[in-house]
């Protein structure tokens, strides 16, 4: 999955449907980022892009 933005962003938090994490990190600043699902079961999952000043995009998509 790639993930781009016109400002760049710090952290990255994947969750599945449950609410478990997934995947997350931290320390970021950029505005690129390549998330590989190799190894994530089939399903829905929710990214969480954490942005400066606390806000967060969440986007939904499926691993099949």
Do not use: D
């Amino acid at each position: 999955v790639s993930i781009s933005a016109k400002v760049p962003f710090n952290r990255i938090t994947l969750m599945n449907v449950l609410g478990m994490r997934v995947f997350e990190t931290e320390g970021l600043a950029t505005n690129k980022f390549e998330l590989r699902t190799v190894g994530l079961n089939p399903g829905v999952y929710l990214l969480q892009i954490g942005f400066a000043e606390e806000r967060v995009a969440t986007r939904r998509f499926i691993v099949r």
